[in-house]
């Protein structure tokens, strides 16, 4: 074999354990989502927590807009803002409240956001969480409400098919 075969397979061989360990290291079986949704006394405001797989985000905003995304840009996170503020309503009298975005955390690992209102979760309100569920069909996205003015934690769980439930 020539001389300068050896350093070329040595070099093709790193590249390829480099594209299938990033690929393995990414690639991932089970989509989920988390939510918190608490009422904070002090500040008389509700909070909202969510926080997704960054692995899972990045594919979804490369998809929609065929480019990568960095998180740390504002022009970037109002694309994820604008993703979020559609995909994830809470609705009183059928109408949705005004979330008011505070902002995100991105890691390699999650990405975080942050949301809140001026009040207590209204009586007979109506969640909505299809975030990621029409990308993925096979997302789960968790929320847990904690509890308040005399009602009992809960948790719910949202899918493709189940976007939308009545909060207890």
Known sequence: MPSFVMPR???LAACAVLVLGTGAAQAHNYHMGMADIGFNAATGRTEIVHTYTAHD????LANLYGRQFDLGLEEDQHVLRRYIEKQFAILAAGKPL???WVGIKASADTVTVFQQFDAALPPGAMLRDAVLT?????QVNTVNIGA???RAATTLTFTATRREQQLP
Do not use: Q, W
């Open 134 to 138: 029409d990308f993925m069909p096979r």
């Open 98 to 100: 005004a979330l008011e």
């Open 9 to 11: 397979l040595a070099s």
């Open 57 to 60: 985000i990045e594919a979804l």
């Open 148 to 150: 308040n003015a005399g």
